[in-house]
């Protein structure tokens, strides 16, 4: 299958959980056999308007991220591609705009991920590509309201989750680093202190604890354990590779989710996998709590009150360090299902592809 990426924000450029998961995406099918080009910003060094990296073919568009620029440069470069697909992120939806162009030149349908709205691209420029894609691929049932809420037809929003490598939770070691684990990065959303007074509500109780993750707000967090007398008890372990992260989680008992915002609580999928109990914090900008509902070792909470109860009675679970239930978020199965969706959508058009 020829696929044809349109993303103006590579993960060379800048590593966000969009330009992240497009990344996995165009690795995955490259793996695969399929040939996969990116049409983007520049961000390789050099005068050259191509680069090939990983069999990933990468096109500049503009030598800059700049939306107007990339959206007047993109129709005519992508309809001379060719492609049985075009892929495009939703920001910025100019491009979006400019990928329905190209892909109607070129009889290809299209399909957009959407992982989140980005805080530079107003609303109405959202609504205003509601109706333009083929297909909308969300992370989660957050993200797919805020998309309909834009305007895009619900028949046309498909869940596309993000993936763990299930393979290394069943063949990764059992550490015995933590008790009970958070893991995020840092940021303004970690929300890690609504977690660390969870656990000084647990001062009487034996157990010790990780978190794992590096950001601007790791600083006020170590402050905070401190603060409240538990620093001795918790463990701040840095950003972690998933080959370092997994032996931590299948070693540990509970997993606790806190952040106020997260179109996809990966870290969360990866404990659970990894046979943690998973307790979460409600937050109405997460959509973490769509993991545990209706999972027997899994709970929502609202208070570091009730999550301290929740970590607490967590003893009453079996350890366990796998859960075969996730494996259905293993990178395989979800890129099967993306390569899946391609195909209908292809079927769909026919040979005179999308009008």
């Known amino acids: 299958m020829r696929v044809a990426v349109v993303a103006m924000r590579t993960a060379q450029l800048c590593e966000t959980g969009a330009t992240v998961r497009t990344r996995r995406l165009v ?3 490259a793996a695969r056999g399929h040939d996969v080009t990116v049409f ?15 069999g990933v073919t990468y096109r500049r568009i503009t030598r800059t991220p700049a939306a107007g620029s990339f959206a007047a440069g ?29 892909a109607w030149l070129a009889r290809a349908p299209l399909a957009v991920d959407w992982w989140d709205d980005h805080p530079v691209d107003s609303p109405g420029a959202y609504g205003r590509i509601a109706g333009v894609p083929d297909r909308v691929f969300v992370p989660s049932r957050l993200i797919a309201t805020r998309v309909r809420e834009h305007g895009v037809p619900e028949a046309a929003v498909r869940l596309r989750p993000e993936s ?20 995020r990065r840092l940021d ?14 647990l001062r ?3 157990w010790r604890a990780a978190v794992v993750g590096d950001g601007p707000g790791r600083e006020a967090a170590e402050r905070t354990a401190d603060d409240l007398r538990i620093a001795d008890r918790v463990s701040f372990l840095g950003d972690l590779a998933p080959a370092d992260l997994v032996p931590i989680l299948r070693g540990a008992h509970v997993f606790a989710w806190t952040a106020l915002d997260e ?4 870290e969360l999928c990866w404990a659970l996998a990894c046979g943690c109990v998973g307790v ?9 709590h769509e993991l545990v509902e209706g999972y027997d070792r899994g709970v929502r909470v609202t208070s570091p009150a009730e999550l301290a109860d929740e970590i607490a009675a967590a003893a009453g679970y079996e350890r366990r360090t796998v859960d075969e239930s996730f494996a259905e978020y293993d990178h395989d199965a979800v890129l099967d299902r993306t390569v899946s969706s391609y195909r209908s959508l292809i079927e769909a058009a026919g040979p005179l592809g999308t009008t």
């Open 27 to 29: 690795a995955g099918l």
């Open 188 to 201: 303004a959303d970690a929300n890690v202190e609504s977690f660390l007074l969870g656990l000084a509500e």
């Open 263 to 266: 179109p996809f609580a990966t």
């Open 280 to 288: 979460v914090e409600y937050q109405s900008g997460s959509s973490a």
């Open 204 to 206: 009487d109780r034996d």
């Open 40 to 54: 983007c910003a520049q961000w390789w060094g050099g005068d050259h308007e191509r680069f090939d990296q990983r």
């Open 74 to 102: 993109l129709p005519v470069r992508l309809a001379r591609h060719g492609a049985d697909v075009v892929h495009a992120v939703a920001s910025p939806p100019a491009a979006v705009r400019a990928a329905r162009a190209g």
């Open 164 to 183: 763990i490598d299930f393979d290394l939770v069943r063949s990764a070691g059992v550490g015995r680093r933590a008790d009970v684990v958070y893991a």
